[in-house]
């Protein structure tokens, strides 16, 4: 099987390349924007599948979506992403998506998921679209500040902390404590450790 995962946070993608093909069986390219990803499919295809952050460059909303669906090498797209809503979910796969998955989604379900959709079925998380009232607080997110789940959500994107302090409006040693802190009371040595731990868990 051979699939493209195209996403414009370098840990965030790695991290995700790590997860799939530690599952084994899987052919993993990965490009960091739309045109990127397009271009690979020209020159690559066929994928069994793509996958596209519904937020990186050149996206533009559902508009890349349907670009990608075009081509020849691309007979299964799916988007994924942390943060689009249901209602972006339900136009996407009335355009013709093969799914949408949550970047919370753990690393398990999202090796199945990808498979499923490879194999030409929808897929989306069926907690996803049904409307149900929100899961209990992550034990790990209950241990840290608003300040600090939004500091480790920089950290899984692969910004550094001067990026973290201007998007938050803070300086960057105040970014530097709270990263201090945060790893800490996660229990990691450094921010590759730390995002990784946020992903595991299903933070972010």
């Given amino acids: 099987m051979k699939i493209l995962i195209a996403d414009d946070h370098d840990l965030l993608r790695d991290t995700l390349v790590a997860f799939v093909e530690a599952a084994g069986g899987i052919e993993t390219h990965t490009a960091p924007d739309l045109n990127s990803a397009?271009?690979?499919?020209?020159?690559?295809?066929?994928?069994?599948?793509?996958?596209?952050?519904?937020?990186?460059p050149g996206m533009n909303g559902l508009s890349g979506l349907r670009q990608a669906l075009a081509q020849k090498g691309a007979p299964h797209v799916a988007l994924i992403?942390?943060?689009?809503?249901?209602?972006?979910?339900?136009?996407?796969?009335?355009?013709?998506?093969?799914?949408?998955?949550?970047?919370?989604?753990?690393?398990?379900?999202l090796v199945n998921a990808i498979r499923f959709m490879a194999a030409g079925e929808q897929y989306v998380p069926p907690e996803f679209m049904s409307g149900?009232?929100?899961?209990?607080?992550?034990?790990?997110?209950?241990?840290?500040?608003?300040?600090?789940?939004?500091?480790l959500q920089g950290l899984t994107e692969g910004k550094s902390n001067k990026e973290i302090a201007r998007d938050l409006n803070l300086s960057e040693p105040t970014v530097?404590?709270?990263?201090?802190?945060?790893?800490?009371?996660?229990?990691?040595?450094?921010?590759?450790?730390?995002?990784?731990?946020a992903r595991e868990q299903g933070l972010f």
């Fill in 38 to 56: 397009l271009g690979l499919i020209m020159r690559e295809g066929p994928f069994d599948l793509v996958l596209l952050d519904y937020n990186m």
């Fill in 132 to 151: 149900a009232a929100e899961p209990e607080e992550h034990p790990l997110a209950r241990s840290l500040t608003a300040r600090e789940m939004q500091v």
């Fill in 81 to 109: 992403s942390g943060e689009a809503s249901r209602a972006v979910a339900e136009a996407a796969l009335e355009a013709g998506a093969s799914g949408f998955v949550p970047k919370t989604l753990p690393a398990k379900s």
């Fill in 176 to 197: 530097k404590l709270h990263v201090r802190t945060l790893y800490r009371k996660i229990g990691a040595s450094n921010r590759t450790q730390a995002a990784l731990i």
